[in-house]
């Protein structure tokens, strides 16, 4: 299983400042391993760490924070999007529905700032046994792979929440963990050989 690092996500959603930044930066974290999920409203968040959009609109702000900026010419903004899988989605997440890709690939293209790389499927894996969690992985990986193969982007890894406690819940039942491990065993193999996606578990 893979820890995911970085990632921060502000509790006060009319936060402007980024202290938690600050301090995943002071454990001596590149900007490019910090993905921040709060308010995109300040134009010194760009070049600090990578922004998670969670909506259309979020990219579009986004986009904006990075031309205000002043990007030096060629260099695109590398961004992540939270997308709710048609699959195992989970509705109490926020994120863009795999429904509205469509959209969302004809929105990139008008995006002129910015560069795709990272999705955070929205599939909550606390609460999944087993075959359910494993059936998680493989519609996350299915959605990595048709993401790098339908947007103009490039898409890294997939990351898929809440597995950790998923995990240390099904910790006295032995088939179920065996279950799971054989899940993580088959997401080892495919995190090796898979040209389009790293499945990160957090």
């Not at 050989?193 to 499945?199: D, M, P, V």
């Amino acid at each position: 299983m893979e820890g995911f690092p970085g990632y921060v996500d502000l509790e006060d959603g009319n936060a402007l400042r980024a202290d938690s930044i600050a301090q995943v930066m002071s454990s001596s974290l590149p900007p490019q391993r910090i993905w921040y999920t709060g308010p995109k409203r300040d134009v010194s968040l760009i070049g600090r760490c990578r922004l998670v959009a969670n909506s259309l609109e979020e990219l579009r702000d986004i986009d904006r924070l990075a031309s205000l900026a002043g990007l030096p010419e060629g260099k695109l903004e590398m961004v992540g999007i939270r997308i709710i899988p048609a699959v195992c989605g989970d509705k109490r997440h926020e994120g863009i529905s795999q429904q509205e890709l469509c959209d969302l690939k004809r929105e990139l293209g008008a995006l002129s700032h910015l560069s795709l790389n990272g999705c955070f499927v929205a599939c909550e894996g606390e609460g999944l046994k087993g075959k359910a969690l494993g059936k998680c992985f493989r519609v996350s990986y299915e959605l990595g792979k048709r993401l790098y193969s339908f947007l103009p982007a490039t898409i890294s890894y997939c990351c898929v929440c809440g597995v950790r406690s998923a995990i240390i819940a099904q910790e006295d039942d032995p088939f179920l963990r065996e279950e799971t491990e054989k899940a993580a065993r088959i997401v080892s193999q495919q995190n090796e050989t898979a040209f389009y996606a790293t499945l990160l578990l957090d």
